[in-house]
């Protein structure tokens, strides 16, 4: 059964185009002296030098513009601990931070928990659902709405528990 795999067709059409443009043109030159080396001889070396430039090029044209035949898995959620500090009465911070639930689940995090420290009222730990990376990038989008809820920037510290069973 015949391999017609994106990355197979831009290899070969690749090859074939990069061959049929420049292959008559290289036939043709003096690239190689022909006082050095018979006729034959540098037209059999010229063709394979030319081959292996085109399957050179192949390659680069399948890295550079085809897909691979394999479907990536899309990322799986994971179970995202987070602890920061706050710099307000953590009833007020807690107000806030619920009321943002919807721009939360818009960026694909799921809250689970959220609690404050016994021992420390300024640290508070929330427990999120999402997929990896996208805590980083809701906290690097709304960094003015988070910062004035009370966090504190710079203060969070990640990690990320795998739920797979």
């Known amino acids: 059964m015949a391999n017609n795999s994106p990355s ?3 290899y070969l059409g690749t090859c074939l185009v990069v061959w049929g443009i420049g292959g008559p043109v290289l036939i043709n030159s003096e690239l190689l002296p022909s006082n050095l080396l ?15 430039i085109c399957f050179g090029a192949g390659f680069a044209g399948t890295k550079l513009f085809g897909k ?10 994971v179970a995202n601990v987070v602890t920061f500090n706050i710099n307000k009465d953590f009833a007020k911070w807690a107000k806030e931070f619920d009321d943002d639930l919807e721009n939360q ?26 997929i ?16 004035k809820s009370g966090q504190v920037l710079g203060s969070e510290v990640i990690s990320a528990y795998s739920m797979d069973y």
Not at 41 to 46: G, K, N, P, Q, R
Not at 68 to 77: F, T, V, Y
Not at 105 to 123: D, H, T, Y
Not at 132 to 147: H, L, V
């Open 105 to 130: 689940q818009e960026a694909g995090l799921k809250p689970i928990f959220r609690a404050v420290s016994k021992e420390n009222s300024s640290q508070v730990l929330a427990i999120f659902v999402a």
């Open 38 to 52: 018979n006729k034959e001889l540098a037209s059999v070396i010229e063709i394979s030098i030319w081959t292996l």
């Open 68 to 77: 691979s035949s394999q479907k990536e898995e899309p990322a799986l959620p």
């Open 8 to 10: 197979r067709i831009w």
């Open 132 to 147: 990896p990376g996208a805590i980083e990038i809701y906290w690097k989008e709304n960094q003015e709405r988070i910062s």
